[in-house]
C-alpha cells in the first residue's frame, strides 16, 4: 500500500485547481473509539500522518493507546504497539484487565531502526491492511546516527517516522510525555512536525468533573478541533461522560 505523495515534482506556479490529489489521501480509517474518532473530526484518521498523544502522569495514556489497538483490529487493520516503557508481559497484564478481545500486534524495541525493519514486514504480509502503530514513548527511543552511532534526538526520530508514514502509507500514533509545566516535552519544533496532536488531561477545576480524563485534539490538518471529550477512567478503561464543544 505504498503511496507516492511527494510533491516536490509538480512545478512551482502550477494552478492549485488543476493539482490531483492520490485518492489515498481522501480516506479516513476510523479506530473503533468513537469518542477518539470524535475528537478527530468524526472522521477517524488519514493514511500516511502522524499522530503526537500527550498527557500528564497517571492520565492513562497507556491504557488509551492499547483500548485503541485493540478498536483498530476490530475495525479490520493491522495494529503495532511498541513499548520501549514496559515489558510485554506488563502490557498483557493491562490488555487482560482492561478485557480486550480483538488483539494486535507487539513489539518492546528502543531501536527505531529495528521497529521500522519490523513495520515493513507486518506491512509485507499484509499488504491490503491499513497499518497503524504506536510508539510508547518517543523519549525512550533511540536509531543509528551514521556518524554518531547510537543516538537520542526526539526531532530526528519523529524525522524518521514521518519519512516511513510518508514513503509506506502508514499512519503513526506517537506518545510524548509533558513537562512539569503540563507542555510537550521536547523542542517547540514537534508539534509543527506532526499531523495532529491529542492530549489527555485530568480535569482539576469543575467540581463535578472533578477527576474526569479531558481528550482534546490540540491540532489536526484533516479536520476540526475544539472538541473536549470527558471520560471516566475505571478499572476495565474509559468510559464516555459527556462532549463538549469549545
Known amino acids: 500500500m505504498k503511496l507516492n505523495i511527494n510533491s516536490h515534482d509538480i512545478p512551482f506556479g502550477t494552478d ?3 493539482i490531483t490529489v492520490p485518492p489515498a489521501l481522501r480516506q479516513r480509517h476510523q479506530t473503533g473509539l468513537h469518542y477518539v474518532d470524535g475528537v478527530m473530526g ?7 500522518t502522524v499522530t503526537i498523544f500527550t498527557g500528564e502522569p497517571g492520565a492513562g495514556k497507556t491504557t488509551m493507546a492499547l483500548s485503541l489497538c485493540n478498536g483498530l483490529t476490530g475495525q479490520g487493520h493491522i495494529a503495532v504497539f511498541n513499548t520501549a516503557e514496559e515489558s510485554l508481559h506488563q502490557i498483557s497484564l493491562t490488555t487482560e484487565r482492561l478485557g480486550l478481545k480483538h488483539g494486535f500486534l507487539t513489539g518492546n524495541t528502543d531501536c527505531l531502526d529495528d521497529l521500522i525493519e519490523g513495520l ?3 506491512q509485507s504480509a499484509n499488504p491490503k491492511k491499513q497499518l497503524f502503530f504506536i510508539v510508547d514513548s518517543l523519549q525512550c527511543m533511540h536509531y543509528m546516527h551514521p556518524k554518531f552511532g547510537r543516538y537520542h534526538s526526539a526531532t530526528g526520530a519523529l524525522e524518521m517516522i514521518t519519512n516511513f508514514c510518508k ?3 502508514a499512519i ?8 512539569k509545566s503540563g507542555k510537550m516535552a521536547g523542542s517547540n519544533k514537534l508539534k ?7 492530549h489527555l488531561s485530568i480535569e482539576q477545576r ?3 468533573l472533578l477527576g474526569c480524563r479531558v481528550l482534546t485534539a490540540e491540532k489536526n490538518r484533516f479536520g476540526g478541533c475544539g472538541h473536549l471529550v470527558f471520560l471516566d477512567m475505571a478499572e476495565e478503561g474509559f468510559k464516555l461522560v459527556g462532549t463538549f464543544k469549545k
Open 172 to 179: 503513526a500514533i506517537i506518545i510524548n510525555q509533558v513537562n
Open 192 to 198: 509543527h512536525m506532526v499531523d495532529c496532536h491529542l
Open 120 to 122: 515493513r514486514g507486518i
Open 206 to 208: 469543575d467540581p463535578d
Open 42 to 48: 468524526g472522521r477517524g484518521f488519514t493514511p500516511s
Open 16 to 18: 492549485i485547481l488543476s
Open 167 to 169: 514513503e509506506t502509507n
